[in-house]
């Protein structure tokens, strides 16, 4: 079993920063790829951010040259450095593993999202 767990979401007035932090805990062999996610409510859940253990990162144009993805792999830990928040960044962040175990392969897990909201 593993586990996803975010931190790092709040309350910040746009232009400000925020960062978010993602550490899986578990049974894990190896940590595939890295990810993190947004969602509002009636809008589909958009990736943000996305990097692979071999690759290249991508971001969605929406947050380039604003968002930074990071990855510790040695801790199983993911970061999103959000700088020059804009109020349409308020959503709902989510953190996303593809994780390999000996039991089961490689396996999607999430965190249970955290929420940043951008004043205006």
């Known amino acids: 079993q593993v586990q996803l767990v975010e931190s790092g979401g709040g309350l910040v007035q746009a232009g400000g920063s925020l960062r978010l932090s993602c550490v899986a805990s578990g049974n894990i062999v190896v940590v595939n790829t890295m990810a993190w996610y947004r969602q509002t409510p009636g809008n589909q859940r958009e990736r943000v951010a996305y990097l692979p253990r071999n690759g290249n990162i991508n971001y969605a144009d929406s947050v380039k040259g604003r968002f930074t993805i990071t990855a510790d792999n040695a801790k199983n830990t993911v970061y999103l450095q959000m700088n020059s928040l804009k109020p349409e960044d308020t959503a709902i962040y989510s953190c996303?593993?593809?994780?390999?175990?000996?039991?089961?392969?490689?396996?999607?897990?999430w965190g249970q999202g955290t929420q940043v909201t951008v004043s205006a």
């Open positions: 996303t593993m593809n994780i390999y175990q000996w039991q089961t392969g490689s396996v999607d897990y």
